[in-house]
Structures are given as C-alpha cells and as structure tokens.
C-alpha cells in the first residue's frame, strides 16, 4: 500500500476528474465520424468511450468507491459544458464557425444533457458493481461485469435521452436499433481490449508505483 499526502490526493483526483473530459470531449467529436467495421456501421467514439470505464475501474480498485464518486462530480459539470460546446462548434461532423455558439441550439442543447445524464448513470453503475466485485477470484471479473452492466445504462440513457420522440425522424423511430448495435461493439471492444488494458495497468501499478495490494492510504497528520 502506498501512502500520498491529502495535497497528492486532490491532484490525483483532479487530474482523473481532467482525464475523464478529455475522454468525453473526443469522445463527442469522434462519434460524429463514421466506421464500418466488419460491415457493421459504426463511428470512432466506440474506440475512444471505453477509456472512461477504464479510468474508473482503476480509480476503484486504487483509491475507492468513494474517491472514484468524487472524480465523476468534478467531471459532471465541465463534462456538460464541453458535450455542449463541441456538439455547436462540430454539429454534424463539420466545424460550424465560433457564431454558432452564439444562439442556442436546442437539439444540441439536448444531445448534451443525454450524454450527461448517461455518463453519471453508467459511472456510478459500474463504480457499485465494480466495488461489490473487486475482491472476485479473479482479477478480471469485477471490471468486465461493471462495464457490461455500466455500458448497458450510458447506452440506454443516452439514446433514450437524447432522441425518443425527439426531432430527428429517423434517430426517434430507429435508436433502439441503433442503440443494441452501439452497445454490442462497446461491449466486444472493451472486452478484447480494454479489459486486457485494464490488467496491464493494474499489474504495472503494482510492480513499480503501488505495492501487491494496488490501494493508497490517505497520509494523516500526527501531533
């Protein structure tokens, strides 16, 4: 177990909480770009997604579940913010011009709101999952189930959010469609080779930075 001062500890967590937008905000440009894979139709952001559940796994297992809590609140507001803005500037995969940020745009307004409310649900799914699960036989359990059942809530929330009966006539008759697709790949991505990711960092962590346990221990002051 590593010991860190509390100065340590806000910036660990501050630099996750900055990770986690940095995440998001390709995230929100890259699903504008699509992919054929495997001659299913898809976009980047099914690639770039699933470092988010990677990032959360490993603050569970190396801080906590209530840490973890913590960098998902320092990320909800500026993750909004961010999801909006790049939604305006890039609507449609193309950049609009920096005026576009001076009208609001409802449509986007809402696509940003679902991706919001879909990424406090799916983290704080997989966070509880995660941290019933962490001490499994099996190193890799409690990630892969807290990202099957964590996809499975950002997906649902996200699409349900942001396009049941909304005004893309397409989007609104077809998401759930849409939705199982995106799921699908999420899942067989994170699995092949994000939760195999996962194993490498944790092992790593706990060869030259955190000790065999892979936790810290918040230092406290002594009188």
């Known amino acids: 177990m590593k010991t860190i001062t509390p100065e340590q500890y806000r910036r660990a967590l501050l630099i996750l ?19 054929s894979l495997l001659g299913v139709q898809t976009t980047w952001g099914a690639f770039s997604f699933p470092f988010i559940f990677l990032a959360t796994d490993l603050a569970v297992r190396v801080f906590g579940k209530v840490s973890a809590r ?21 609507q449609q995969g193309s950049f609009q011009g920096a005026d576009a940020l001076l009208s609001l745009n409802a449509f986007v307004g809402r696509i940003a709101l679902a991706s919001f409310m879909a990424y406090a ?15 499994a036989a099996h190193w890799w ?19 349900g959010i942001a396009f049941h009966r909304g005004p893309d006539a397409f989007m609104a008759a077809n998401w759930p469609e849409i939705a199982a697709v995106d ?41």
């Open 183 to 223: 799921y699908a790949l999420k899942i067989t991505i994170s699995l092949l080779l994000f939760i195999p990711a996962y194993g490498l960092l944790l092992g790593w962590l706990r060869r030259r930075v955190l000790g065999p346990d892979g936790r810290v221990h918040l230092q406290t002051a002594h009188r």
């Open 17 to 35: 909480a900055g990770a986690h937008i940095v995440i998001i905000a390709a995230s929100n440009y890259l699903v504008q770009l699509p992919v």
């Open 141 to 159: 359990i409690a990630p892969a189930v807290s990202t099957v059942f964590g996809n499975l809530a950002d997906t649902i929330a996200f699409f």
């Open 121 to 135: 649900l799916g983290q704080l799914l997989d966070i509880h999952v995660f941290d019933r699960l962490r001490r």
């Open 70 to 90: 913590r960098i998902i609140f320092f990320a909800m507001g500026p993750a909004l913010l961010v999801s909006y803005l790049l939604g305006v500037l890039f």
